[in-house]
């Protein structure tokens, strides 16, 4: 176990000594669990109010490494329902969460982000899609978009900033039209964007969310 916990960096030993000490990865752990508890704590009434109001279901999602990682989801109150599970991670690419949290990202984790496309050999065109769907998710402030993975889905997708005014999660409406869904989409677009400006309140990032995204949108 020790060698394990050494080999993946939790416990590490100085040069000349056979003592183990703790890494600051376990702090690190402790303070992203501690974060993520912070925003699902802030985000749930809201989507919870969000799902009924939509008739849609609606989730919360983080950038984990270069996925999308799933920490909140609420379901439509209708019979048919489309949802995603709790836990699951996707590649951000491929996701409106991954790429509306791209967009408001600073340069170094976009240049992170690119870099790991192309090291996973992914064609110049799809690197260049995700720039393009970044500038307009930054004129527009959300992202409308047909789903990549699920035929008749089309993705509402908001960005949440916390009190320093920095991008740290996307809330996503996977809108699915059924005839018990009298909605629209644009409501349920309108009904996203207040959402997602809620979270970011309770988040406490009040006034200062918008001069960080005025600042980014002149750089892209």
């Not at 065109?125 to 004129?139: F, S, T, Y």
Request: net charge positive.
């Amino acid at each position: 176990m020790i060698l394990v916990l050494e080999a993946r960096g939790y416990l590490y030993r100085r040069a000349g000594s056979d003592r183990y000490r703790l890494s600051l990865k376990l702090f690190e752990l402790a303070h992203r669990t501690s974060s993520v508890r912070q925003l699902t704590d802030s985000a749930l009434s809201v989507m919870q109010a969000l799902a009924p109001a939509a008739q849609q279901s609606c989730h919360l999602a983080v950038l984990s490494g270069h996925e999308a990682l799933i920490v909140l989801q609420v379901d439509s109150p209708l019979p048919m329902r489309y949802s995603v599970m709790l836990g699951a991670k996707f590649d951000f690419a491929q996701t409106s969460s991954g790429v509306v949290i791209y967009a408001y990202s600073d340069q170094r984790v976009r240049d992170e982000l690119i870099a790991f496309l192309r090291a996973d050999g992914r064609p110049a065109e799809e690197i260049r899609q995700v720039d393009l769907r970044a500038a307009a998710i930054l004129k527009n402030g959300c992202e409308v978009k047909k789903s990549l993975a699920v035929e008749g889905v089309t993705n509402i997708s908001v960005p949440v900033f916390d009190y320093l005014g920095h991008v740290v999660a996307a809330l996503t409406v996977p809108y699915v039209p059924q005839r018990a869904a009298v909605v629209p989409s644009a409501k349920v677009r309108e009904l996203a964007v207040k959402a997602g400006r809620t979270i970011s309140t309770n988040l406490g990032a009040g006034s200062r969310g918008a001069p960080a995204e005025t600042t980014r949108r002149k750089k892209v």
